[in-house]
């Protein structure tokens, strides 16, 4: 029955021991802290393949599949593991799982600046995915215990900034070592801050867990592992070869999507599971992760092909390059802590399908863009990007996260980083498959002059074609590099429509399935059951 308008209102029973209430702002600091050492490693790798490449003592001398390895095998790892560590969070206590990870990853980061060889350095980059994959879930589930509900979105909304700030600072902070340092040092800079961090978790960030976690589901935890894996290398691999029929490519994500079916079939007849599946069949539920996977599809996609244009066709410098993504970073980290006071007013389907229709607009105009496109237009759509995504991040977080019991946080955040990690790591590969198919096609016409045993790698990327043209001598290879540059931006261009497509999809799918405006409340009470789980200093 409806509270009257002149009463008093039921005060909601407080489920965050006030010890740990008062000091839940340091807290997220420490989260933000390790999520952003995490995220911008990711990053700050980018920068530096061309480094990485050079013969030693520059650089190691690696390939360009060696390059991509380096990349992936952090990605392999961290996706195939996210699942199984949040679960684990739940299990045994977050922070225990973010201290190891933490731990984990900055051993990662000390063995890989002192690799020695391509070979140890993808060794030493799967070590750090392991260990990543054990910080990510547990900041977002660590925030959910030691904030209340009414402030969980305002805490989501920073937690998301922090992610743009990675984003943002990676290449800068690169560009920055680079060009005073040697290549590992992107590597060794992650070990003081994992340090302080280490530090800083101890003494701050509570421990936290699902008091009735129930008996352990091993077959669960096996299928996802195994189908996440072959799914994200199926992915990768289409990427690589630029071909998604190839046969070790269909046996990988074929079998990844069998092994996840029957993850789903077992989850659901399990007496046990490790994840609740039902919760698939709220529509709003189901809609936020599909939004997650969406936007970050679209959006890695078109981060790794504006790398390219910006250094490659336009002349700039790794630092330079950096510099030019701060206005997405920093409408992430205006905006999204203030994504829930729009949502507040005009409701989250409305917030994140017009935060959808910003992304496509700022990723089609990609399509206009030519080598002569200002400076300052190239900022703007960034901004525009990074404006689009802090209204939508944060709401749909937010929508998985409370859709979950508070004790069951860590696999909300799994499922939540688990579906942004494929979509980013799929945006990757099928954009980049687009991409390369689209400028080999334009620039084989332009290969005569090449030498014809180097005329297939030549036609590879604009980087292997440059790399040519440079070998050919100012004067011959000057039609080759303004054929490379023209056959790019074409390519560009289909790929950012197709980026463009996709983020107009999922102004669809928030469209339809996410709720609207909250109705008006007069001071119901928010919760009024006793905590569901303990929290310990």
């Not at 990662?108 to 020695?116: K, N």
């Not at 679209?298 to 504006?306: D, E, I, K, P």
């Not at 300052?376 to 859709?403: N, R």
Request: proline fraction near 6%.
């Amino acid at each position: 029955m409806p509270i009257p308008s002149g009463a008093p209102a039921t005060p909601a029973v407080p489920r965050v021991p006030e010890a740990i209430h008062r000091r839940r702002w340091w807290i997220l600091t420490v989260l933000m802290f390790s999520l952003l050492i995490v995220v911008l490693d990711n990053s700050i790798l980018n920068v530096a393949v061309k480094t990485i490449a050079s013969p030693a003592p520059t650089g190691i001398g690696a390939t360009q599949s060696e390059l991509e390895w380096a990349i992936n095998s952090y990605t392999l790892v961290f996706a195939g593991l996210l699942f199984t560590a949040g679960l684990l969070g739940d299990r045994i206590g977050r922070k225990k799982v973010l201290l190891a990870g933490i731990l984990v990853f900055g051993l990662g980061s000390a063995l890989a600046a002192f690799s020695a060889s391509p070979g140890e350095l993808i060794t030493w980059r799967a070590l750090m995915g392991f260990g990543a994959a054990f910080v990510m879930p547990a900041t977002l589930a660590v925030l959910m215990n030691v904030f209340e509900r009414d402030e969980q979105p305002k805490a989501i909304g920073i937690w998301a900034g922090s992610v743009g700030l990675g984003i943002a600072i990676g290449p800068i902070t690169g560009g920055l070592l680079l060009e005073h340092f040697w290549w590992g040092s992107i590597f060794l800079v992650n070990v003081p801050v994992v340090v302080i961090a280490l530090i800083a978790m101890a003494i701050l960030v509570p421990d936290s867990r699902d008091p009735n976690p129930g008996k352990v589901d091993p077959l669960g935890v096996a299928l996802s592992i195994v189908g996440l894996v072959l799914l994200v290398y199926g992915i990768i691999r289409g990427g690589e070869l630029a071909d998604f029929t190839d046969t070790t490519v269909l046996l990988a994500i074929v079998g990844g999507l069998l092994v996840l079916a029957g993850f789903v079939w077992h989850e659901k007849r399990s007496s046990h599971p490790a994840i609740d599946i039902t919760y698939f069949r709220k529509p709003a539920f189901s809609a936020a992760v599909a939004a997650i996977a969406l936007v970050f599809f679209a959006l890695m996609g078109v981060t790794f092909f504006s790398a390219f244009y910006l250094q490659s066709v336009r002349g700039y410098t790794a630092l330079e390059s950096g510099l030019l993504i701060v206005p997405l970073a920093a409408a992430q980290m205006v905006f999204a802590p203030r994504a829930r006071l729009v949502v507040d007013r005009f409701g989250a389907r409305a917030v994140c399908t017009a935060g959808m229709l910003l992304v496509a607009a700022g990723l089609a105009s990609f399509a206009l863009f030519d080598a002569g496109t200002p400076v300052w237009v190239m900022c703007l759509v960034f901004f525009v990007q990074g404006t689009g995504m802090a209204h939508i991040m944060p709401p749909v977080t937010v929508a998985v996260m409370q859709a979950l019991p508070r004790e069951k946080a860590g696999s909300g955040s799994a499922i939540n980083n688990t579906f942004r990690q494929v979509g980013g790591t799929l945006g990757i590969a099928v954009l980049g498959s687009v991409l390369s198919t689209v400028y080999r096609g334009d620039i084989e016409g332009h290969l005569g002059a090449v030498p014809a045993r180097v005329r297939d790698v030549a036609g590879e990327s604009i980087e292997a074609t440059l790399g040519v043209a440079e070998k050919l001598g100012p004067v011959a290879g000057k039609p080759l590099v303004a054929a490379a540059n023209d056959a790019f931006i074409s390519a560009m261009h289909v790929t950012a429509l197709g980026s463009a497509a996709v983020a107009l999809i999922g102004a669809v799918v928030v469209g339809l399935f996410l709720p609207g405006r909250p109705p008006a409340t007069t001071g119901a009470p928010e919760e009024t059951r006793p905590p569901a789980e303990q929290l310990t200093r």
